[in-house]
């Protein structure tokens, strides 16, 4: 009975929650952010090796006052559409709290409302970045860490400027040396120990 109780009172809680703040839906946030990527379409890059950079800035066509709001400016590497077909982990979903466009976070830097210039960003792609194809996006936040708005470095549907990262096994040249000499030699001392087994065989008839 008691756990009962506490099941639905955390439910109570949960659902309490979502009233207060509500769900951030992607569809409600305004594209006021603009972003570009260096990587040109279709361009392969390599985790762990290569670098992205670009800009943002906000969109200058908005009335003064549009970023009041803004905090924080966090940087994302985002799937394609392309790298998202029949990957469930991946999936877009409108509720910002359960979308997995972004999962990869580049970097997060202060928003000065008094500074309007074109900001720069240089990320080095992380090695646990996996294969697949991008986009950058950039998520304004306001106070309370919540988003209220974005940018994009590709069009609506995702379809243009984008890159693939193609992930790095993790393996060295060195290893791999290291690890063939280290078969040659057990297949050697293998051939030696047999020699010396059989010799001692010869001895003991003699």
């Known amino acids: 009975m008691a756990a009962h109780k506490l099941v639905v009172a955390s439910l109570f809680l949960c659902c309490l929650a979502e009233i207060c703040y509500g769900k951030i839906l992607f569809s409600s946030l305004k594209r006021t952010l603009v972003v570009t990527a260096s990587p040109k379409q279709g361009q392969v890059l390599s985790s762990g090796v290569d670098k992205i950079s670009g800009t943002w800035s906000l969109n200058k066509t908005f009335p003064a006052g549009t970023d009041s709001s ?4 966090k940087l994302k590497l985002c799937y394609a559409r392309i790298s998202q077909q029949d990957r469930a982990w991946r999936k877009t979903v ?33 090695r646990a970045v996996p294969q697949a194809t991008y986009f950058v996006r950039a998520y304004a936040f306001d106070s309370n860490d919540v988003e209220v708005a974005y940018g994009q470095s590709t ?25 063939i000499c280290f078969s040659a030699f057990s297949v050697l001392s293998l051939g030696v120990f047999f020699y010396i087994e059989k010799s001692k065989g010869k001895s003991q008839k003699q």
């Open 70 to 73: 803004y905090k924080t400016i």
């Open 94 to 126: 409108d509720d910002l709290s359960r979308d997995k466009t972004c999962q990869h976070k580049m970097e997060a830097m202060h928003y000065d409302t008094s500074n309007k210039t074109v900001q720069t960003y240089d990320w080095l792609i992380e």
């Open 155 to 179: 069009n609506a549907d995702k379809s243009t400027n984008l890159f693939e990262i193609n992930a790095i096994s993790g393996r060295h040249a060195t290893l791999d040396i290291c690890s």
